[in-house]
């Protein structure tokens, strides 16, 4: 096994809490009372526009500012939304949704169907080039108009009235009513986007139907939201205003929730979990994560495009070492893509795992270095690869970690660190050769979530181009199956050519490290890692 201490650079495991100072607080005043709750936010929002964001960051602001069909309750489970019932006919196709009467915009405007009608058509339309596009495929046309065979105006999604929102389906679709939750499904405000375009997100211009309204967004430093005092629960909202920080740097951002700058912080620094464990265990929260830390590989590339190299890069991978040295924090080595736990409401889902999942690491890395010898790589003749990963100590210490693990192959590793927005554009465009990447199910726990995502038409979320006929063909066939244990047969099998294939190495399975206060109330640790502000309040 690699070095740990070594790869990290010297530095111990154990870092002592607190000693980092206290970053300064721009937007912190006196108004930080007991209405006023401040998030750590791990990275600068891309976009608030709910078509365009991909992140959790963005997930995190938007849930606060939106409310879709059905809505996320405390623990991350399905209430109504802005539509207050539905119905679903008995073959599964037809959804029909009753909007609230008393549902209106930030500005007054009343939220009708007719404003779902437009936003979904503007999520699958081709020019938008939403990343989650693909999430509407259930829906009959959806497909069809993101490959641009049809107009956006044909998605089966019709405002039978004002209040009356009806969605046909091309066949069954169990999660169908969860995957409603996904942020992406947010409603847009029709004129405000016709008016402002692109810029329709800034404060001033943002029209939202969420709990709050967007009130001041200074890059770098907090994005403000403040109480909407038309949101039709309202009353229900017991924060006046959140703070959300862009918080990159654990270290900095647990010193500041020690100094009381920070109400919540999004993340706590893996090196510190044993510190933490035994000096905060009220305020630590580290429940299971329904996703996979991963590393996505280019496989356009020619040398990455040989399914050989890319298992031995998997096999030398020493995850157990990660977990237990790095990540600190209950993390499960991941052999699979497919996080444990899934379901699609009836049919659990059998994980599909790498075939040398038992294989002692000694022998794993025996057969690595096999490999890239006969792919003719050496220590004398090395194969360079360049990492990708956004800026974390966290990531930063896996790829040192990975590094190390993969020299002995013959792999000279050259990291590269890139702000959010940055790496995010990178990954999406394929202009990596390998990087780390995550998924989580914050929506839905339904193993397509994961799998449609690596799907040859998936676009831009494919970041590893990956493009496997059968793979494709028994997602598509699991598309149209009504029978959930055959479409779940089906899925397994896909992930089972996957692992095979391997374009994305999986690492870990999630685990959520955050700081709570003990005076925040609501909330509830649960596998989505869902804390909408909408449930929190402040004890006074």
Known sequence: MP????????????????LAPAAAMVGWSADAAAATLHRGNAAEPQTLDPARATGVPESNIMRDLYETLVYHTVDGGIMPGAAESWTISDDGLTYTFTMRPDAVWSNGDPVTAHDFVFSYQ??????TASRFAWLLNAVVNGEEIQAGDVPAEELAVVALDDHTLQ???DNPTPFFIELLKHGSLSPVHRPS??????????PGNLVSNGPFVLTEWLPQSHVRIERSE??????????DAVYYYPTPDLAAELSRFRAGELDMTYNAPADQMPWLRENMPDELRNPPWFGTYYITVNTQLEALSDPRLRRALALAI???????????SGELPAYSWVPPGANDGSIDYDMQT????????????????AIMAELGYSEDNPLELEYVFNTSDLHRNIAIALASMWQPLGVEVELRNLEWQVYLDTTARA??????????????????????KFHPDAGEANSARYDNAEFGRLLNQARVTADPQARTDMMEQAEAIMMQDLPIIPIYHYATRRMVGTHVEGVVDNVRNVHASRFISIAE
């Open 3 to 18: 070095n740990l201490r070594h790869a990290l650079g010297g530095a111990s495991l154990a870092v002592i809490v607190g």
């Open 122 to 127: 503007r999520l699958v339309a081709p020019q």
């Open 167 to 169: 969605i046909t389906l």
């Open 193 to 202: 986007v016709e008016a402002h375009g692109e810029r329709f997100t800034r």
């Open 230 to 239: 038309t949101f039709h629960a309202a009353d229900e909202v017991a924060l």
């Open 318 to 328: 020493d995850r157990n070492a990660i977990v237990t040295h790095i990540t600190q």
């Open 354 to 369: 790498v075939d040398f999942v038992d294989m002692p690491m000694e022998d794993r890395v025996a057969e690595a270095q």
């Open 431 to 452: 202009e990596h050769e390998v990087a780390r990447a995550g998924w989580v199910g914050v929506t839905y726990g339904d193993a397509s979530y994961f799998l449609e």
